[in-house]
Every structure is written in C-alpha cells, then in structure tokens.
C-alpha cells in the first residue's frame, strides 16, 4: 500500500527521497523535521522516566516547537535546531523571514523561549545527538539587546558554568 504523500503527488517514494536530496532547501527543511522528531523522542524517554510530564507540540509561525512540562508542572519551552555546515560546529538562530518594517523581526527575543535544543548530527553524524542551552544566558545582539545574537558557537563538550549541556534533563533541572 502507498504512502499518502505517494498517492497525493504521484510518486514513488524513491522519486520524493531523490527530489528531496536534490534540493537544497528541501534537504534543510528536512533536517529541521527529523531535529525535531529525534527530540520528541527525547521527550518521550523523559515522560517515560518520569522528569517531564506532559508535552505540546507546535508547528505555528512565531512559536516555539515544544512545550514541556517538567515534574513540578512549571512549563518550559523549547526551540528546535540543526547546526550549520562547516568546520566547528555552528547554530544560527534566527527566523526564515522577516517583517518588511521591522528589521529585527527574523531574530528571536531573548524571552521567546526557555531552551535551545541543537541538533549536532549534521556534524557527529549522530542525529539524535543535542546540545542543550539555557536561552537567557545566551549572547545578545550587538544592535537588538532584548533579542539573541544570530550566530553561536556549540561546545561539543558543554562545561560546568555555562549555557549550554550535553543532556535535557539537566537543562530542564536547571530551569525549574
């Protein structure tokens, strides 16, 4: 039986995979998604064991992507992204477009979201592989001071101290 996205454009799935991998931008969004399915993987692991409770997901234009909900109910919520390409590993966070009369819309406030959680598996290979980082204690725009800075360095190996942490259970304990 067909896949629906086979029956709904006419394809194999071997056609819509080889479109995908020839298109660059397809390929990104593509990496977005699986991102943020290994992460609700994450998620799940946590409710399993018991350190998060509910979670929301949201596919929503200037929203994050999760909403979790550690034990204590505190809500805390996440942004999902992959690192860019190149030789030390990168996150760029910023949004796909901007507002034509307001020239920092594409960046993010530094309160619209509790937790970066940065998918390193474009670089380790290991896609279900995160860096995890408090949002409040990330880099400020030089121009913008209440919106994150674009680009940031992931520490493969995050130290005690700062932002960033290699497991989401102890950012989340951190947070609440």
Sequence with gaps: ???????????????????????????????????EVHFERKIRVGSQEGWIGEFETHDTDGSHDFTLFARSGSPVRVE?????????????????????????SRLYAANQFDVLAVCIGRFTGNWTEFRYAIADRLPRHRIYPNKLKVMHDVPLEPTEGTAWF????????ELV
């Design 1 to 35: 039986m067909p896949h629906p996205l086979e029956a709904k454009y006419g394809l194999t799935s071997g056609e819509l995979l080889d479109a995908i991998d020839r298109r660059f931008r397809l390929t990104v969004a593509l990496e977005g998604a699986v991102a």
């Design 80 to 104: 999902v992204k992959t690192i860019r390409k190149g030789a030390k590993p990168k996150v760029e966070v910023q949004k796909t477009r901007n507002a034509k009369d307001d020239p920092s």
């Design 166 to 173: 290699s497991r989401l259970q102890e950012v989340i304990d």
